[in-house]
């Protein structure tokens, strides 16, 4: 890409590129309008395994499925046993089977209904159902339809209902998720200018540099838009849109108007500073976008569209970051001249970049460097000591617990929960195209002697504890046979289901059958999607770690720098993980937050943080590296090139790093635990990545590493001297004190 012809294009129609920009941003704010309303509403599903093809099975054979609608009828007088309770609660469940879309309902009230299905004091009893179709059809038209035709009436002098079922309960996850996401809208754009302005002192600077973070906002929802009229998006990319969005576009946009900045300190005319930034900033801002897109890229190995549509976020927050702090901003700073200029009587951040020995981060190198070893050795102390929690990791299913209490379809759980003995939603079911009566028998027994079994159902009976007690099965022998095709009912308790639900299914699955048989069942969708997800976890960071390490040594051409930044970037990950297992999987920050914990943590979430904050630690790496190599390339100073590069970044480092952790820490306030896991996690890496590891632990290994820290064998020395990153010389005739002054950040 050659930055010497946007810069001059940028610099020489400035009017022109800023009305195209505004014209563009309004195209990208219409699509972005109809963006969250085209997101999907996914299922913890993995495609291919065998609970997705029980599920199907099922469906296809005996026109029923793990239940996906519940609905919890409680007496208002007298019990569920009660006559005219009963009539109510076998109307409501006919209502409910007769209803457009409901492949199949039972409750307690119907034929054979298991007693299972009333509460422990009988007060309250369930009716189950099943309904066809994927996740945006039943949660965004047939729950909505039932509750309005069917539910809503429902209540009357004998009864009160409440709708619930797995799909409800990620209805209820995605509208709050939506609501969060126009609740973090309205404190994040004034907290963020409001710390630009803190920045800058500049209050012209603040807003362009906003205007970049918007830009890329808007530009990522349209591209989601557009994408999801091929793939299924997560309606939860908006969330991640938003605060990338932001984050991304302000970083970005800091770095090239501080480098304008330096342009106009050295001297340079207001057109000649722009290309001067833009040339110099520019090639290490789409050098650090290209490093996070490749480590959010790698989320398309899995083949679950929950964590592929955060790739697709991250790209698209990426490229319209880039295209906004390289096109669009120049051309605004072009226009602004010396009204973003920074005020004379300024000593922050910006001052730092003239004068570094006198700043507070060359002070902090250089004493981290006089005892690098002890230095070094604190700081890792430290990290590990935060991070030691993470080795207590316990990756289990989600549920309605992610939802505050205040909730209806929580509380709806949490009564059953506490007066059921089990829940027959969570059922395990067992699907044969073939078998025979006593195959099925002897199967059943077995599996009744599980330990924490509340019921086992099949063709030939009900069992429990290896004893048949029961002759047909509930809801007679049709309901599990069709010919020689045949399913098994496995009931667990509630204390088995909430000890060990994907233990459970993996006892069930080495059972040994008489015949061929495939597990499925809700448990078992969520142990088969939490098993996808870890069997590929070891590829995902392996292939992070190498796309970030072949990045940083085409910058670089050294091997040391980007193994140092691998290893310091996992320690900084590892205080994130610590931090949520102790304050979510533990429950420690659960009474600041308002969260029930469930001594489980969900693994999709924290491998998405994985790829995030991995990129975004390396975004700031490239930063830093690019200050230091470029003092080190200048000087041959293997140690002052250290406190001068970061005394030159991380003023700007540490200011983009506190608006984009201020950012994610907004989603703290949410009410999905699943995104106050992302807004704390995420903004503690930023912090200790900023702080502790570029401020403590990158000098005092690149200190005690010397020279060493450019090293590389022979061969790739020569690959990168004929491919790899260099700086561009200066144009002819630009003026002597440019040089001398510090480069751009970035």
Not at 725 to 736: C, F, L, N, S, V
Request: aromatic share 8%; proline share 5%; net charge negative.
């Amino acid at each position: 890409m050659r930055f010497d012809v946007i810069g001059r294009s940028v610099s020489r129609f400035p009017k022109s590129v800023v009305a195209a920009s505004v014209a563009v941003f309004i195209v990208f704010a219409a699509l972005a309008v109809t963006a969250i309303e085209s997101l999907s509403l996914n299922r913890y599903d993995a495609p291919g395994s065998e609970s997705v093809a029980a599920r199907e099975l099922l469906a296809e054979r005996f026109k029923t499925s793990s239940p996906n609608i519940a609905v919890l009828v409680e007496a208002k007088q007298g019990d569920v046993d009660d006559a005219d309770v009963a009539v109510a609660g076998a109307g409501l469940t006919e209502q409910i089977a007769a209803f457009d879309g409901v492949g199949d309902a039972w409750s307690y009230w119907s034929p054979d209904g298991p007693a299972s299905l009333a509460s422990n004091d009988r007060d309250s009893a369930l009716i189950l159902a099943w309904a066809a179709g994927d996740a945006d059809h039943v949660r965004g038209e047939l729950l909505p339809e039932l509750e309005a035709e069917v539910i809503a009436g429902a209540d009357d002098a004998a009864i009160a209902v409440h709708l619930g079922g797995s799909d409800e309960v990620f209805r209820a996850v995605a509208e709050q998720a939506r609501t969060d996401f126009l609740r973090a809208e309205l404190i994040i754009l004034p907290l963020v200018i409001g710390l630009l302005w803190l920045v800058y002192r500049r209050l012209s600077a603040a807003l362009v540099t906003m205007a970049v973070g918007l830009f890329s906002v808007a530009g990522s929802l349209a591209i989601l838009r557009i994408v999801s009229e091929f793939t299924d998006i997560s309606t939860f990319a908006s969330n991640i849109a938003l605060v990338m969005g932001i984050g991304l576009g302000v970083d970005y946009g800091l770095f090239m108007t501080y480098r304008f900045r330096e342009e106009l300190a050295a001297g340079r005319e207001v057109a000649d500073a722009v290309r001067a930034a833009v040339r110099a900033a520019g090639r290490t801002i789409v050098f650090s976008g290209a490093t996070v897109a490749a480590a959010l890229a790698v989320l398309f190995v899995f083949p679950f569209p929950f964590l592929s549509s955060f790739a697709y976020a991250g790209i698209a927050v990426v490229v319209t970051a880039v295209i906004g702090s390289t096109v669009l901003l120049p051309a605004a700073l072009r226009l602004l001249g010396h009204r973003v200029a920074r005020p004379e009587r300024t000593t922050s951040a910006g001052t730092a970049a003239a004068a570094p020995e006198q700043g507070f981060w060359y002070r902090t190198a250089t004493r981290v460097m006089r005892r690098p070893a002890l230095a070094g050795g604190l700081g890792l102390v430290v990290l590990l000591a935060l991070g030691a929690p993470a080795l207590a990791t316990n990756f289990g299913p989600p549920d309605d617990r992610i939802l505050r209490a205040t909730q209806p379809v929580r509380a709806m759980y949490d009564t059953i929960r506490s007066d059921f003995a089990a829940e027959d939603a969570d059922s395990v079911y067992i699907v044969t195209e073939s078998a025979t009566d006593a195959a099925i028998a002897e199967y059943a027994e077995s599996a009744s002697l599980l330990g924490g079994i509340q019921r086992v159902d099949a063709a030939t009976g009900a069992y429990v504890d290896g004893e048949r007690i029961g002759d047909p099965g509930p809801f007679g022998v049709d309901r599990f046979r069709d010919g020689d095709a045949a399913w098994i009912s496995v009931l667990p308790t509630t204390e088995r289901l909430a000890a060990d639900p994907i233990d459970l299914v993996s006892d069930i699955r080495a059972l040994d059958a008489p015949f061929d048989a495939i597990v499925g069942g809700y448990p078992a969708e969520l142990a088969d999607y939490r098993a996808g997800v870890l069997e590929r976890f070891p590829l995902v960071a392996g292939l992070i770690l190498l796309v970030t390490f072949v990045m940083l040594f085409i910058m670089t051409g050294s091997v040391v720098a980007p193994l140092k930044a691998s290893i310091l970037n996992l320690l900084s990950l590892s205080v994130m993980f610590g931090v949520l297992v102790w304050g979510f999987q533990e429950g420690g920050l659960s009474g600041i937050l308002g969260f029930a914990p469930t001594g489980t943590i969900e693994p999709s979430i924290p491998l998405l943080m994985f790829c995030i904050a991995y990129g975004l630690s390396m975004d700031y790496e490239v930063f830093l590296l690019a200050r230091i190599k470029e003092d080190y390339d200048r000087t041959g100073d293997v140690v002052a090139s250290v406190s001068r590069g970061i005394a030159r970044s991380a003023p700007l480092v540490s200011a983009a790093a506190l608006i984009l952790a201020i950012s994610f820490a907004v989603y703290a306030t949410s009410e999905v635990t699943f995104l106050q896991q992302l807004g704390i996690g995420m903004a503690l890496a930023i912090v200790v990545d900023a702080t502790i590891i570029r401020g403590v632990l990158v000098p005092a290994f690149m200190r005690l590493a010397g020279r060493a820290n450019w090293w590389a064998p022979p061969f790739l020395r020569r690959f990168h001297d004929r491919f790899g990153w260099r700086d561009e010389p200066e144009h002819a005739g630009t003026p002597a004190p440019a040089r001398a002054t510090a480069e751009a950040m970035g």
